[in-house]
Structures are given as structure tokens and as C-alpha cells.
């Protein structure tokens, strides 16, 4: 596919479990970032990927919140011990390198922690 | 508190009628975008601005960087159904990390 994919699309857990959320960015984007949007409302930055790396992780909200991308490619967010302020949609985006500004969304995970 | 606030947060108007959404901040940013996003999708740019006053048209929209680069508008002329979304203003805080505004939920009524 031409664009950013995330899987899957909705996720309905129950609070205390952990749950993972994929991005598969454009190929050849070397640029990754997670975005959480509560609903209706603007985007939240969770967290930024140059290739592997995460060169600012100052949004995760908690030590309950971590990522990993692993071949310059996909990249998971994983979330722990799910509460209910975790329910929201889970945002992922790809930009061709760090200094090109237009970023290209996934169509988002919608989270619903019960 | 919002780093980015606009405004009016709901806009509801007839099909023909035009509209201003504003973005404003306290801070200074380097630029300033416009996304627009659909229920079900992510957020789609619709345009950078970059230079203080600068003025951008696309279509029926028009978009204004403030002079002091702390704020920003968009104007729809004569709006369609199809303009229907959440436009959302967003500003990069250092070279990556973009901050959005709480968005503008707009609905053109037939």
C-alpha cells in the first residue's frame, strides 16, 4: 500500500491488560512518530522515531507507555496494565526524513479500555 | 493549558456562507500548519505556512500567518458540504514535534 497502516483498527481490552499497536509507515520514510487523540480533540505527541532511535520520548504519558521500531520500519506501541484514561485513538504518522515537515497519518487504532 | 487555542472549537453554517477558524498562541513558531481530518482517518495537510504575513490560498481557503508568527487563520469562501471536518492548526516545537491545537469541528449544513 501507498500509505502509513496501522492494525488494528479497533482494540477493546479490559483494564489491567496490556494491548500492542502497530505502524507500518510509508517505505523509505526514516521518520516515525505516535500521536494519541482523545475524542474529537487535537493530537497528543507521544513519541518520535529517527530510524530505531527515539530521540525524544517526552510525551509517553507513563512508564506504562513504550515503543520499539525495529528495521527502520515497523514500529510497535505497546501499552501496560491498561486503565480507562487510556481509551482513546492511537495515531501514527511518517515523514520522508527529520527535516521534511509534512507528515503522513495512519488512520489510527481506536483503543477502548472497559 | 493549550499551547495552540482555537477558535470557535463548533462551527455549524449554511452551504454558500463564508468562515474564519483561528489559531493563536502565546508562543513563536517557525510554522505553522492546517490539517483537516474525516471521521475514521488521520489528519490530511492541507497547508504550511512558514513567513510571517504570509498569505496561502488553495481553492476557497485562505491561509494567514501572523506577522509575529504567534498566530494564524483560515477563511473558507462560500463553503460546501464537502468542507465538512475537524480542521486542526498545528506548530513545531524544536525541529520535530509538532503541537496541534484542540481542532475546529466544522459542519456546512445543505
Known amino acids: 500500500g501507498a500509505g502509513v497502516s496501522q492494525s488494528p483498527s479497533n482494540k477493546v481490552t479490559e483494564k489491567g491488560k496490556d494491548v500492542e499497536l502497530r505502524c507500518d509507515p510509508i517505505?523509505?520514510?526514516?521518520?516515525l512518530y505516535w500521536y494519541r487523540q482523545s475524542l474529537g480533540q487535537g493530537l497528543e505527541f507521544l513519541i518520535y522515531?529517527?530510524?530505531?532511535?527515539?530521540?525524544?520520548k517526552s510525551g509517553l504519558p507513563s512508564d506504562r507507555f513504550s515503543a520499539e521500531r525495529t528495521g527502520g520500519s515497523v514500529s510497535t506501541l505497546t501499552i501496560q496494565r491498561t486503565q480507562q484514561e487510556d481509551s482513546a485513538v492511537y495515531l501514527c504518522?511518517?515523514?520522508?526524513?527529520?527535516?521534511?515537515?509534512?507528515?503522513?497519518f495512519g488512520p489510527g487504532t481506536r483503543l477502548t479500555v472497559l | 493549558t493549550q499551547l495552540l487555542e482555537q477558535s470557535p472549537q463548533f462551527l455549524s453554517i449554511q452551504e454558500g456562507e463564508n468562515l474564519t477558524v483561528y489559531c493563536n498562541s502565546s508562543?513563536?513558531?517557525?510554522?505553522l500548519q492546517w490539517y483537516r481530518q474525516e471521521p475514521g482517518e488521520g489528519p490530511v495537510l492541507l497547508v504550511t505556512?512558514?513567513?510571517?504575513?504570509e498569505v496561502k490560498k488553495l481553492k476557497r481557503l485562505t491561509f494567514q500567518f501572523g506577522d509575529a508568527r504567534k498566530d494564524s487563520s483560515l477563511h473558507i469562501t462560500a463553503a460546501q458540504t464537502g468542507d465538512t471536518g475537524l480542521y486542526l492548526c498545528?506548530?513545531?516545537?524544536?525541529?520535530?514535534?509538532?503541537?496541534f491545537g484542540q481542532g475546529t469541528r466544522l459542519t456546512i449544513n445543505p
Open positions: 504518522a511518517s515523514s520522508l526524513s527529520p527535516g521534511v515537515t509534512e507528515q503522513f
Open positions: 505556512v512558514v513567513t510571517g504575513g
Open positions: 498545528a506548530g513545531f516545537q524544536g525541529a520535530q514535534k509538532l503541537v
Open positions: 522515531f529517527q530510524g530505531n532511535s527515539a530521540p525524544d
Open positions: 517505505s523509505g520514510h526514516t521518520a
Open positions: 508562543s513563536v513558531f517557525s510554522s
